[in-house]
């Protein structure tokens, strides 16, 4: 992974970002495909992991669950922090600064784990394994990434040099004994163009 790509790139990214526009990125609504696959979902234990600065964290909170938000830029938790202050849910949230290239959740845990479009340090099925890990029997694995290559026009995409959870690697790393695979595909995106790679599984009871 590129420095740019590392910690103190994006750090350097969110001190950026968070510096004079803050209102307008909180403004920005959590991700439509977290809203699409988790509707259905009794709430209960959630981990989001890569939260950056916390809008799916806020909202799966809202929505009843009890969330672990993780991401290794501690400036976008402090603004995470703040935000769940502001919407009332702060007891609902906690924030762990970790970095998913290495950070491992306690086993079985989670009823639902989230991951979006993290870049990932190292390979990609190593850090679903560990994921999954932190799922609980029944619970809901969700993963969404940005392929680097288009798969209609096998054209460069935006995450071209950087390693994103995959189709295949949600295949490589998930024991079909013990998930049930249930969305695995590139689904067109409801805004800016280009593809998701959209996987859910459910661990088996």
Excluded: K
């Amino acid at each position: 992974m590129s420095d740019d790509l590392g910690r103190e790139g994006w750090e350097r990214r969110w001190t950026q970002v968070l510096d004079g526009h803050a209102t307008d990125v909180d403004r920005r609504p959590p991700n439509p495909t977290l809203l699409a696959e988790a509707a259905d979902l009794p709430p209960g234990l959630a981990l989001d992991a890569g939260a950056g600065h916390g809008s799916e964290a806020l909202w799966l909170a809202v929505q009843g669950w009890r969330v672990t938000a993780v991401d290794f830029s501690a400036t976008a938790l402090a603004r995470g922090r703040t935000r769940a202050e502001r919407a009332g849910v702060s007891e609902r949230i906690d924030w762990v600064e970790g970095d998913l290239g290495t950070w491992t959740p306690p086993p079985g845990r989670f009823d639902l784990v989230t991951c979006l479009y993290v870049h990932v340090a190292g390979s990609a099925p190593d850090m679903v394994r560990r994921l999954a890990d932190g799922v609980a029997p029944g619970g809901t694995l969700l993963l969404v990434g940005h392929p680097a290559v288009d798969p209609e026009t096998g054209a460069p995409t935006r995450a071209a040099g950087q390693t994103q959870v995959s189709v295949d690697d949600a295949r490589e790393a998930l024991d079909a004994g013990s998930w049930e695979l249930l969305v695995a595909e590139h689904r067109p995106r409801e805004t800016g163009g280009g593809v998701d790679t959209v996987v859910r599984a459910r661990r088996r009871s």
